[in-house]
Nanobody, 124 residues
Framework: VQLQASGGGLVQAGGSLRLSCATSGRTFSTSAMGWFRQAPGKEREFVATISADSTTTDYADSVKGRFTISRDASKRTTYLQMNSLRPEDTAVYYC??????????????????WGQGTQVTVSS
């Protein structure tokens, strides 16, 4: 499984970005997916996760109501729509796959495959 994250960039506070995570392999539709982020000098933290069948989503309190995770099985792609961005959202964002598990998790240790990360910078 290979994951390719894209869509990061520089945006002003209050702006929006949409991250994409393209997944290779035939198991996308049976695997839960997640987004995590890591700011300089900080540990990697959970952002959002979605179950394989898209019926369950979960968000970190810090992004709830501002970020939306979704997935498109036909494109094998997971999205993270980020609205009302804040300077504290600045980080490298990583997508991850829980293959072979279909249920959501907040723990990075429960994800087996990771993308290379995409930088999001929010200016004040």
């Amino acid at each position: 499984v290979q994951l390719q994250a894209s869509g990061g960039g520089l945006v002003q506070a209050g702006g929006s970005l949409r991250l994409s995570c393209a997944t290779s392999g035939r198991t996308f539709s049976t695997s839960a997916m997640g987004w995590f982020r890591q700011a300089p000098g900080k540990e990697r933290e959970f952002v959002a996760t979605i179950s394989a069948d898209s019926t369950t989503t979960d968000y970190a309190d810090s992004v709830k109501g501002r970020f939306t995770i979704s997935r498109d099985a036909s494109k094998r792609t997971t999205y993270l729509q980020m609205n009302s961005l804040r300077p504290e959202d600045t980080a490298v964002y990583y997508c991850a796959s829980r293959r072979p598990y279909s249920t959501t998790s907040r723990a990075p240790s429960e994800y087996n495959y990771w993308g290379q990360g995409t930088q999001v910078t929010v200016s004040s």
